[in-house]
């Protein structure tokens, strides 16, 4: 009969614990250490000490086994269903446990109950928590401290034999201690795990915590002690902590084991007789089982769950906390500065360009509003492009194909459609509905006159900035200064209201006036352009330039640059020729050398000079303009009938550094002032460095190159009394108040003087008589002067000399000058003389241009001069 200490009245277990509710108390097992008091002491039961029954103590009947069947925590595994068919245990057998050699002096208080007496689970108040168990019982887990682990004969005959445990394999143990884990661990490591020893009926037990759970089923829920007699029977052998280990019987000391082969106990043996039971015959060995791993169910710590989890979030939340800190408390003003910028932008208020015009206020170049046409193609749905593309390029005047492949860009955001458009026709577009699209107010570059003067004024690149001409010489001036809007916008570039904004106003361009006479302009370029035509010329220069104060008047190029679509305009185009094309002058620039032999009073008009049809200069042999016999020429008719050989014979009287001072104090060689674009310097090589042949042909004007600009400038010195004045081509500007300043006068120089300028006109009057070379620039009722040019020309994409430039230049009226027209052509295909192709064009244009600024002739005759020797 089992009689347990647990929640009813009953003899508690272990020395000095107390019973629950006046019973003897139960001590709750566990690990190591001290046993608990129990609940409400009552009294204890010592160590191996005999209680039998009695009236205040009377014995409880067995507890009923479960049936494995019906017992919710008898596991699926472990269980042999031939512990059905084991015989039936006694109800008066004593209570398996465990017990330390010495009996009842021992202090472990493991102890054997008597015959009767059921087994009880406790702690004393000072001893180990012990357990008991019954001499029959096999041990379990754990060994006593002071006596060897024996195994006898009787206990397994049939199953291995095993190797006793000395006292040296256990930790002596005071009383009140109980065996070390360390003890434990090592029994427990030199046992078989999970094996049962054959030839014992425990082999047939379920194994793990079946037997456990079947026995915990009819407890009382808590941490009750558990003790052997707790479980189904005494045949199912020792309850082990999360396994059963199947090991041999310990003995405890002086008693025998009473275990009968085959797993049965006899009557006599369970209360306890000295003698030793019977023995059965032997039974063949069973066959080893394989090992089973055990099956631990552990459940998991729910405080260890919640506090990893507490730790996880608060590191999670930790790195939260500090980005927030570093964002809101470190680096918020980057951050607010970045996402300013992502909102606020810098808008540009386009400033309106100034006008170019000309002289008398007429419009060349002017800036009106217009519109920049965009769209977004990502907006745009695919069905409706093919339509959309319809409706832009008949208002927009583009190819339909080319807006389509622009709407099929749907990566972008962003496609320009056309630049320059009429507000008129933006305004058209936009009420058609066209989805995305957008129109910015810009303004555009418009060109009244066309082609008039286009490669001087220059044109406007999409940018807004001057690209060529006066555009982009006085671009600064013309373009003004930008505004400045910073507005706040949203994704989708919409102004956000009511937000702060802040606007610098723009500054308009001031308007540019050139010294340019619009009419005289298209007079000029007509002749010239006939002309070029006419003769076959590669191209072709007039200049119409004001005595008195070297105003351009007109600066035309053939052909010309059409303003209003230059960007179909080959780049050669885009050259003001008449400043910066650079040629040979040929006798146009025997002036000069007149000049210097005049100034140095070396020659006078009428010097007598014995000209043969060629000279020798050097290695070279120079011939004449045209072949003649030998002959007497006054110095007025050599200049009259352009001989290179008279011009020579007087460059030697006066030497070639007297001759070089002359052409740089003319120009030669220096950019010419007064901010006429592209304008070039020409070439005039040092004196010292001339060849023996070019310090001859430097005095007919072959050797050294100008531009006509320069040419142009030579004769107006001459014609303004030998004081020679920069070039003007801007009269003046306009301010902010639409007020007229006027730009300040060219800078003069004296280079001849006046005598040698009036003689030097009177020889240049001769050329254009009936004896002179320029006979077809005279004008009637005009007194005009002027010299033809004809020089070989230099190719510089060839390298060498190719073709010719005809040139003629001249001013009237001749005794009180007024205009210098110079008229250049090069490379012409029908005939290469200047007075033959040339002086044509000067006449059309001094014609035009006198009528035009109402110069009235002056009445006067030619003076008669000597103009043949002998005369």
């Known amino acids: 009969m089992r009689e347990s200490g647990g929640r009813g009245q009953g003899p508690g277990r272990g020395a000095g614990g107390a019973g629950s509710q006046g019973g003897p108390g139960a001590a709750r097992r566990t690990p190591a250490g001290p046993g608990r008091a129990g609940r409400q002491g009552g009294a204890s ?10 009236s205040e103590n009377p014995p409880r009947a067995p507890r009923k086994r479960p049936d494995p069947d019906l017992d919710p925590f008898d596991l699926p595994f472990g269980r042999d269903d031939g512990a059905q068919n084991r015989p039936p245990q006694d109800s008066g057998g004593e209570s398996r446990g465990r017990s330390r050699q010495g009996g009842a002096d021992d202090s472990r208080g493991r102890s054997r109950g008597g015959d009767d007496e059921p087994r009880a689970r406790g702690r004393g108040d000072d001893g180990p928590r012990s357990r008991a168990r019954g001499d029959d019982e096999p041990r379990a887990r754990g060994r006593g401290d002071d006596g060897p682990r024996a195994r006898s004969r009787e206990d397994a005959p049939d199953g291995p034999r095993r190797r006793p445990r000395g006292d ?78 199947d090991g041999p019987t310990r003995r405890a000391a002086g ?19 000295d003698g030793p039971p019977p023995r059965g015959p032997r039974r063949p060995p069973t066959p080893p089982r394989p090992p089973r791993p055990p099956l631990v169910l552990r459940l998991g710590s729910p405080r260890r769950r919640i506090n990893i989890g507490l730790i996880g979030m608060t590191f999670v939340l930790s790195i939260f906390a500090g980005r927030l800190i570093q964002m809101q408390g470190l680096d918020s003003k980057v951050y607010q500065e970045a996402a300013a910028g992502q909102r606020q932008h810098t808008q540009d208020i386009p400033a309106k360009r100034g006008s170019i015009t000309d002289v008398n206020g007429h419009a060349l170049a002017v800036t009106v509003e217009a519109r920049e046409i965009s769209i977004d193609p990502s907006k745009v749905p695919a069905a409706a492009r093919a339509n959309v593309a319809a409706i832009l390029a008949r208002h927009l005047g583009k190819n339909e194909q080319e807006i389509a492949a622009k709407l099929a860009r749907t990566s972008t955001r962003y496609q320009l459609l056309a630049r320059d458009v009429d507000p008129v026709v933006a305004s058209r577009l936009l009420q058609d509905r066209v989805p995305a699209l957008s129109a910015k107010e810009t303004y555009r570059r418009l060109y009244p006159a066309g082609d008039l003067a286009g490669s001087l004024i220059g044109f406007v690149g999409d940018e807004g900035g001057g690209l060529g001409g006066m555009e982009q010489a006085r671009n ?78 007109a600066m035309a190029n053939a052909p010309e640059l059409d303003l209003n679509n230059w960007r179909k305009a080959p780049a050669a185009a885009y050259v003001n020729k008449a400043a910066s094309d650079v040629f040979e002058p040929g006798s146009t620039n025997k002036v000069i050398t007149a000049a210097a032999a005049l100034e140095a009073g070396a020659v006078d008009p009428d010097t007598v000079f014995q000209v043969p049809d060629n000279i020798k200069c050097a290695d070279r042999v120079l011939r004449d303009a045209h072949p003649h016999k030998p002959e007497s020429m006054t110095f007025r008719q050599a200049m009259a009938q352009s001989s290179n050989v008279a011009t020579i014979m007087a460059a030697r009287k006066i030497g070639s550094e007297r001759l070089y001072r002359m052409l740089k104090a003319f120009g030669f060689g220096a950019v010419p002032g007064g901010g006429v674009p592209s304008a070039e310097g020409g070439l005039l090589p040092d004196y010292r460095k001339w060849s023996g042949s070019q310090s001859c042909t430097v005095a007919y004007g072959q050797g050294v190159s100008v531009t006509a600009l320069q040419m142009a400038s030579v004769y107006q010195t001459i014609a303004n009394g030998g004081v020679k004045i920069e070039p003007q081509i801007v009269a003046g500007t306009t301010d902010a108040s639409d007020r007229f300043v006027p730009a300040p006068a060219g800078k003069q120089t004296k280079v001849v003087s006046e005598t040698t300028a009036k003689e030097i006109a009177t020889m240049l009057e001769s050329a254009v008589s009936a004896e002179g070379t320029g006979e077809l620039a005279a004008i009637p009722g005009y007194r005009v002067a002027g010299k033809t040019g004809t020089a070989n020309r230099y190719d510089a994409e060839l390298g060498r000399y190719e073709g010719y430039t005809a040139s003629f230049v001249g001013f009237a009226p001749a005794d009180k000058p007024r205009l210098v027209v110079l008229s250049v052509l090069q490379n012409p295909k029908n005939g290469h003389f200047g007075g033959q192709l040339a002086a044509p064009v000067f006449k059309d244009v001094m014609t035009f241009a006198i009528k035009s600024k109402k110069i009235p002739p002056t009445g006067s005759a030619a003076p008669p001069v000597r103009m043949r020797a002998g005369q």
């Open 168 to 245: 040296g394999e256990r930790t002596s143990q005071g009383p009140g201690d109980r065996p070390s884990r360390s003890a434990q661990s090592r029994d427990e490591g030199q046992r078989p795990r999970g094996r049962v020893p054959q030839g014992r009926e425990d082999a047939d037990r379920p194994r793990g915590r079946a037997s456990q759970g079947r026995d915990d089923a009819d407890r009382p829920k808590g941490r009750a002690p558990q003790g052997r007699d707790e479980r189904a029977g005494a045949d199912d052998g020792p309850l082990r902590r999360g396994r059963q280990e």
């Open 45 to 54: 039961r010592s160590d191996g000490g005999d209680r039998s029954a009695s």
């Open 255 to 273: 008693v025998r084991p009473e275990t009968v082969r085959g797993g049965r106990e006899s009557a006599t043996a369970r209360r306890g007789a």
């Open 476 to 553: 600064k001036l013309l373009a003004g200064r930008d505004g400045k809007q910073r507005v706040e916008t949203g994704r989708d570039g919409q102004l956000i209201p009511m937000t702060a904004r802040t606007r610098t106003a723009p500054e308009d361009g001031q308007d540019v006036r050139l010294t340019i006479d619009r009419d005289i302009q298209w007079a000029a370029q007509k002749s010239i352009t006939d002309q070029v035509r006419k003769a076959g010329a590669a191209s072709g220069t007039v200049i119409v330039m004001d005595v008195r104060n070297a105003h351009i008047l």
